[in-house]
């Protein structure tokens, strides 16, 4: 009995190891992307604190351009074509008119979102050279792709498959958003690549609402990592306007910005220009 006892113990042990150790995997694995993001804005925020004279804001940057004239070229999804919003109520259109007032500079700009496009799609049509001029025109490149690939994977799938998916869909958009931003830098290493942050739409009520907060950060690591190796980049805080605590920013299909939304995250754009300082490219 005493035999049985002690073997008893070593089992209840063992265990005990084996959930703490899943549970401090489990953390990890959620939470050390926030650790992650914390880091990667912090450190965007002392090198702009830090710059030298040699160093100039985006918006100072195109404000003091030679060019009469600056080209915006737009890239992705439904959030790019300004589903939720009025033909000239998108981010595109909105962002463009509000850089054009403050550099004191004409712009103009070319709206190619595409409604329901994946990462991999677009990695397709721009390795396929279709918007190969548009972007050797460009002074600003805007891209923003990867929630329909969330979307379309997770259609139909229990919580559970969501969970064993998530990696290798995060590791295949991390591979096409890198295959698309290379092909733009060497096609036109001098324009400025912006990309947007994956924002949360769903309430606070919502029971996936918890999941999504606690996923996002890891999808929008690997987009800053992405943009710390090009030339010239800019990532866009989208969470900052479009979460739980800005509900007033979704159109009724509660996914996708409404005029508000679009104006929101238009006006985080600007103020990011005004407060980020532009890497030179090489």
């Known amino acids: 009995m005493k035999y ?31 650790y992650q993001l914390y880091q990667l804005k912090k450190h965007t925020v002392k090198a702009s604190q830090t710059a030298t004279e ?15 004239t600056l080209h915006h070229l737009a890239l992705g999804d439904s959030i790019i074509r300004g589903v939720g919003a009025g033909q000239t109520e998108n981010m595109v259109t ?44 460009a002074d600003i490149i805007t891209i923003n792709v990867g ?10 799938l229990d919580l559970q498959s969501v969970f064993e998916t998530y990696d290798q869909l995060q590791t295949t958009y991390t591979k096409n958003l890198t295959d698309i931003t290379s092909r733009v830098t060497k096609l036109n290493p001098h324009a400025t690549v912006v990309l947007l942050e994956l924002y949360n739409p769903l309430s606070p009520d919502n029971k ?19 943009a710390n190796k090009l030339p010239s980049s800019i990532v866009i805080e989208t969470t900052k306007v479009i979460n739980g605590e800005h509900l007033q920013n979704l159109s009724a299909d509660g996914v996708h910005p409404n005029l508000a939304g679009y104006t929101a995250i238009s006006e985080q754009m600007i103020y990011q220009f005004k407060h ?4 030179s490219a090489v």
């Open 4 to 34: 049985q006892g002690v073997k008893y113990m070593k089992i209840i042990k063992y265990l005990v190891c084996l959930v703490l150790l899943i549970g401090i995997g489990t953390a990890l694995w959620i939470y050390y992307p926030h």
């Open 54 to 68: 040699h160093k100039v804001s985006y918006l100072s940057y195109f404000k003091n351009s030679k060019a009469d």
């Open 94 to 137: 909105q962002f463009s008119n509000m850089l054009g007032e403050q550099a004191a500079k004409k712009i103009e700009f070319n709206n190619q979102g595409i409604n329901g496009i994946t990462s991999g799609e677009l990695n397709q049509l721009v390795q396929a050279g279709k918007f190969d001029e548009s972007i050797k025109q």
């Open 147 to 156: 929630g329909n690939d969330i979307l379309k994977a997770a259609k139909g």
């Open 208 to 226: 996936m609402y918890s999941l999504a907060d606690k996923l996002l950060p890891k999808w929008n690591v690997h987009i800053y990592e992405v």
């Open 276 to 279: 980020q300082f532009r890497k």
